[in-house]
């Protein structure tokens, strides 16, 4: 079964930043782009942003230009760059992956997902 491993969550304070990765562990099928989610208890899971395997990256204009996504294929990993952070992004994030051409932005589409990683921001 295809999987995949994420770090990098902690603790800030506000302004702070967080680098999370998602390594690919094991790839059984092909993937068309990684996508990264968050969630709070209770509610959805929030498109974050992704990129494709050609390296087409996408963040939701929600997150005001402070996220960013890349990759490093010698590593099988790719990450998520989160500066100036806000209490509001406090949430656990997920790198998921998926195959074809269905829309990113729905965590439906995504077949595997990691386990997740919690990012605390304080005020």
């Known amino acids: 079964q295809a999987q995949l491993a994420e770090s990098g969550g902690g603790r800030v304070q506000a302004g702070g930043s967080l680098r999370l990765s998602c390594t690919i562990v094991?790839?059984?099928?092909?993937?068309?782009?990684i996508g990264w989610f968050r969630q709070v208890p209770g509610k959805e899971r929030d498109f974050v942003g992704r990129?494709?395997?050609?390296?087409?990256?996408y963040v939701a204009d929600s997150m005001n230009g402070r996220f960013t996504i890349s990759r490093d294929n010698a590593k099988n990993t790719v990450y998520l760059q989160m500066n100036d952070l806000e209490p509001e992004d406090t949430a656990t994030y997920y790198c998921?992956?998926?195959?074809?051409?269905?829309?990113?932005?729905?965590?439906?589409?995504?077949?595997?997902w990691g386990q997740g990683t919690q990012v605390t921001v304080s005020s």
């Open positions: 998921g992956a998926k195959r074809g051409i269905s829309s990113s932005e729905n965590p439906a589409n995504y077949e595997i």
């Open positions: 094991r790839r059984t099928f092909d993937i068309s782009a």
């Open positions: 990129i494709t395997t050609s390296g087409h990256t």
